[in-house]
Structure formats: structure tokens, C-alpha cells
């Protein structure tokens, strides 16, 4: 790795242990956490109580026109496995990504799903 990746990943670590510090799931409300490689995105909603996922969705499986459309669809995935969990609320954790491109589609997908965050 070239000094410039490291400091990018040590960045990210810093902004993850940050953000995670703030941040606890309950089952009523558990953590909807996201994290994003070069090729795929995931969410798992997670209960920190019971230390437990409750769901998870990824777009491995998914066939989509590019990297943002398939944020969009683990979005709605996630959305939907909830509500068979009969989840409503959850707190989002962007896992020390900045919130924009497909972290943010991710989100507002599943706004739209009827999660609340």
C-alpha cells in the first residue's frame, strides 16, 4: 500500500471509531450499518444489545447499471427485510464513509422503504 491509500484507511478508522462511539443499537431501534468496497455495498441492521444481526441485504447478487442503482436497491431491500422484522425506527451508522454518492442513495432508499433515521 502506497502512503497515500494508508492515510485514506487510517482516515476512515478514525471517522468509524468516531461515529461508533455515538452510536448504539437496541432491538426496538437497532444500528443500520453500511459498509462500502470498490465493487459492492452492504447493510446490516444490528441489535449491539444482543450483540446479533437482525437483517442483511448486499448487491452481490444484483445485476445493476452501476455502482449508485445498486446502493439504491440494497436500500429498498433493507427496507423491506425490516418490515417483515417489524422494524420502523433504526439510528444509521455510515461506518466513517462521508455521507454522499452511494451512502447517501443507500439511506434515502430506504427513507423511502419507511425506515425512519
Do not use: W
Not at 77 to 98: M, N, P, T
Amino acid at each position: 500500500m502506497s502512503s497515500k491509500q494508508t492515510k485514506k484507511v487510517i482516515g476512515i478508522e478514525k471517522r468509524k471509531r468516531r461515529t461508533r462511539s455515538k452510536i448504539f443499537g437496541t432491538s426496538q431501534k437497532p444500528r443500520l450499518s453500511v459498509f462500502r468496497s470498490n465493487k459492492n455495498i452492504y447493510a446490516q441492521m444490528i441489535d449491539d444489545e444482543k450483540k446479533l444481526t437482525v437483517c442483511s441485504a448486499s448487491d452481490i447478487k444484483l445485476k445493476g447499471t452501476n455502482k449508485t442503482d445498486n446502493a439504491v436497491k440494497v436500500g429498498e431491500q433493507i427496507a423491506k427485510l425490516s418490515k417483515e422484522k417489524k422494524i420502523k425506527k433504526c439510528v444509521f451508522d455510515r461506518g466513517g464513509y462521508i455521507y454522499h454518492g452511494r451512502v447517501k442513495a443507500l439511506a434515502d432508499s430506504a427513507r423511502k422503504g419507511g425506515l425512519e433515521f
